[in-house]
């Protein structure tokens, strides 16, 4: 059911929205503090939406690929309160804010898959929130990996570091004890 909703959703979306766009790896699609002025749908690649910490680290908040929306929380906000970064090259379609705000008056359909998409949303969110309380590596590492069921590949380590909140070098170590 939550897959008819989800398609329904990138329907209307993919109906409602601009052409989509290309976007540089490492490129922003928007800034913390910047304006909210579209909803993003990933049509190709990834796009991660991060905060960066005083002490300079990076946590990621979300991982969004193909079909994924980036910053639904944002379309109730006057500005973004992180950045919008393409982890890898992606394409995105754009929808103004006020025009998907329109949309969700309109059709209730449309408001029940949103709302239904949105819970699904939390639900990851809470998880990854219980994945970064743990207190260890060892621990974090556990719980993102029964939550995934498999390793990403090593070149992806750095952002699997990134998304349980822990230096690269301290998942490399954990890796290396797990290999021994």
């Known amino acids: 059911m939550i ?50 910490s005083a002490a300079g680290g990076v946590i990621v908040l979300q991982r969004a690929g193909p079909g994924d929306i980036v910053a639904e929380a944002s379309l109730f906000s006057d500005r973004y309160h992180c950045d919008a970064v393409a982890a890898t090259p992606a394409s995105v379609r754009s929808v103004a804010r006020r025009r998907f705000r329109d949309r969700l008056r309109a059709d209730a359909d449309f408001a029940e898959a949103w709302m239904a998409h949105l819970g699904q949303e939390i639900q990851t969110m809470r998880l990854r929130g219980e994945v970064l309380s743990l207190p260890t590596v060892a621990a974090r590492l556990d719980a993102w990996l029964a939550w995934h069921d498999r390793m990403p590949p090593k070149g992806e380590w750095k952002q699997l570091a990134h998304q349980i909140g822990v230096s690269p070098e301290a998942l490399y170590r954990e890796m290396a004890r797990r290999r021994d």
């Open 3 to 52: 897959l008819i909703m989800s398609n329904r959703i990138s329907d209307v979306f993919a109906a409602m929205a601009a052409p989509s766009r290309a976007v540089a790896a490492g490129a922003s699609l928007f800034c913390q503090g910047d304006p909210v002025a579209n909803m993003y749908l990933v049509v190709e690649g990834r796009v991660d939406l991060v905060r960066h």
